[in-house]
Each structure stands twice: as structure tokens, then as C-alpha cells.
């Protein structure tokens, strides 16, 4: 992922416009909400880790997978790295992805 839709400028540029990115290791979810003692990050964790688990019943590959939440932490959109290869334009569809993000968020 981030040597293909993340190094593209159009995806930085609308990346660092108008979201925080985070990059986390699954792995490490489940030590950010048993661990930590703040309740803002357990929850961004608990949040991130309930749709990861979701999507890996469903059958996706757990590998990599592009979340949006709100600033109140709710998912507004969820994108597995999988979904996005099968397109032939994939940065288009990453932005477009991002784009149809913001418009949930209104």
C-alpha cells in the first residue's frame, strides 16, 4: 500500500488536507486497548479492531486495510487492501474512496 496509493502526490495531498493518518500493526490493537489508560485511544482501538475482526469473518485478507473515523471515533469507512487491487486505476479509487469518506462525515 505504501508503495502504490500512498506514494502518489494526488493521495498525499488529499490525505493531509483533510484526515490525521495513522499507520498501526494489528498486532499492536490489542495491546492499545488493554493497556493503555487513555480512554480516547482504547476507544480508536476498540473501534479499528471490531471492523478489522468483522472483515477477516467475512473472509478478507487481514494483511492491510485503510479505515476512516469521525472525530468522535465512529467508523464512517472501511477499505481492505484487496478490495482496492482489483480496480485497474487504484489510486483513483483510493481517492475516491477518501472523497466519498468526507461526504458520510457531513
Partial sequence: MRAVVLSNSKVIKQLNKHYVNVFLLIRDLRALQKETKDETV???ASTVSTTFDAAVARGVDGSV???VL???LELISHLPYEDL???EAINEAYLTFLK???TKNK
Fill in 42 to 44: 482504547s476507544r480508536f
Fill in 65 to 67: 486495510n485503510s479505515f
Fill in 70 to 72: 469521525s472525530p468522535q
Fill in 85 to 87: 487491487t482489483q480496480n
Fill in 100 to 102: 466519498d469518506a468526507l
